[in-house]
């Protein structure tokens, strides 16, 4: 994590099982609440300040670096998942 934590912080750990799913709450006038559920933990991303001001700089920043981060966990899970051709590396997907 780059730079200074400020305020209240709490760290979690969430390990989605077959039934979790995420969500984004979108609100004219208001900035979103993405919502990642996986019972019986429930998490919400939202800016600080949500209820009294505009989205800032910031606020597009980090939604960026979730979004990348996001693309890097789906591309390793996809890299994982894929068919291995036995010494370890993906290969063409064979027929069972």
């Not at 969430?14 to 208001?30: L, Q, R, T």
């Not at 789906?74 to 997907?93: K, S, V, Y």
């Amino acid at each position: 994590m780059a730079g200074k934590v400020r305020g209240t912080w709490a760290a979690l750990s969430v390990n989605p099982g077959s039934g979790a799913w995420v969500i984004c709450h979108a609100y004219p006038g208001k900035a979103p609440i993405l919502a990642v559920h996986g019972a019986p933990v429930s998490v919400s991303i939202t800016p600080a300040g949500r209820e009294e001001g505009p989205v800032t700089a910031a606020d597009v920043d980090f939604a960026r670096q979730l979004v990348t981060a996001a693309q890097t966990y789906l591309d390793e899970m996809q890299r994982l998942h894929a068919p291995t051709d036995g010494a370890g590396t993906a290969g063409p997907e064979r027929a069972a």
